[in-house]
């Protein structure tokens, strides 16, 4: 077996890192939360592309806090944050900040302590992210007190 030398075999990683990595299409995706039709500020908003026949393994998902008006922008989660998301359909998951996205059976409990419906943390929520991007990724939730 021919072994290469320490420094070659380096090379090969980091130029198949750089070449063999995965590329995405990514695109500027920002929006705005309001509950009850206040800003939703410090919030947590992720989205996971959604898996198709055609395409089993669409890429990573996106991510961002709101600010005190409400607003974000994503981020597409892998080794270095790029801006933007994924072009495509979209589950998205909000929730405020601290609370986690859980798939424990615990989602009575949790549903219990939070203000904002499942179905904005459960990913019942999807957007279409156009090709091009989108400045109106808005949402405006109705919490629990807001329901008649």
Known sequence: MKRFPGGVALLLLLLCGVGCG????????????????????DATVSTQPAATPDNPNPGPGSYAHTDAEGRFALGLQTEKVQAGAIPGTHRV?????GEQRESSNDEVARSDLSD??????????????????????NFDLVGRKGRR
């Open 22 to 41: 995965s590329k995405y299409d990514v695109v500027p995706v920002s929006g705005v939360i309001t509950l009850d039709g206040q800003p939703l500020a």
């Open 93 to 97: 998951y909000i929730s405020r900040k």
């Open 116 to 137: 904002l419906p499942r179905q904005y943390w459960d990913g019942s929520l999807t957007f279409e992210i156009p090709p091009g991007g989108t400045d109106a990724m």
